[in-house]
């Protein structure tokens, strides 16, 4: 399982292990003014929604997700 952290002041995006905390994968925002995430049901991708309206998709396919 995924967990998302971001962004406070740092413009950045962070894909964090639910079971641990741990930062799996972090991408760079240019607007931080993100309003809405979503994983794709295959977790291959997330999808940022924006405040100014658009949409960026992250692929997140190589973020190796620790199991307990």
Do not use: N
């Amino acid at each position: 399982l995924y967990s998302l952290a971001g962004p406070a002041k740092s413009h950045r995006l962070v894909v964090l292990s639910a079971a641990d905390g741990r930062e799996l994968k972090s991408f760079e925002l240019e607007d931080a003014r993100v309003r809405s995430l979503a994983f794709l049901p295959d977790d291959s991708r997330l999808v940022s929604g924006m405040e100014a309206g658009d949409a960026l998709i992250w692929d997140i396919s190589g973020v190796e997700v620790p199991v307990d």
